[in-house]
């Protein structure tokens, strides 16, 4: 069984950054597993992040540029750098690993 806990979310300013991390325990094959989703207030849940096969990188339309998935320096760790937020970010935050999902993190961004 995998257990995924976020950390690092906040309250932030437009323009501002913050640092999102994922991490996993219990039976973890691959960190390329992980991926990030987000649900704002009254939409459905969309992917953020998310490994290719190939080991790539790839985000959803209206984050790239601004966020950068990466292996985190703890083991089982991923972590999502958002730079230049906007007040449309503000969701909660979730990582998975293929069916499991963390709790979420709140990220709100105030204009």
């Known amino acids: 069984q995998v257990h995924l806990v976020e950390s690092g979310g906040g309250l932030v300013q437009a323009g501002g950054s913050l640092t999102l991390s994922c991490t996993a325990s219990?039976?973890?094959?691959?960190?390329?597993?992980i991926s990030w989703y987000r649900q704002a207030p009254g939409k459905q849940r969309e992917l953020v992040a998310r490994?290719?096969?190939?080991?790539?990188?790839v985000y959803v339309d209206s984050v790239k540029g601004r966020f950068t998935m990466a292996a985190g320096n703890a083991k089982n760790t991923v972590t999502l750098q958002m730079n230049s937020l906007k007040p449309e970010d503000t969701a909660v935050y979730y990582c998975?690993?293929?069916?499991?999902w963390g709790q979420g993190a709140q990220v709100t961004v105030s204009s």
């Open positions: 998975t690993y293929f069916a499991c």
């Open positions: 490994f290719t096969s190939g080991g790539n990188i």
């Open positions: 219990g039976t973890i094959s691959t960190i390329n597993g």
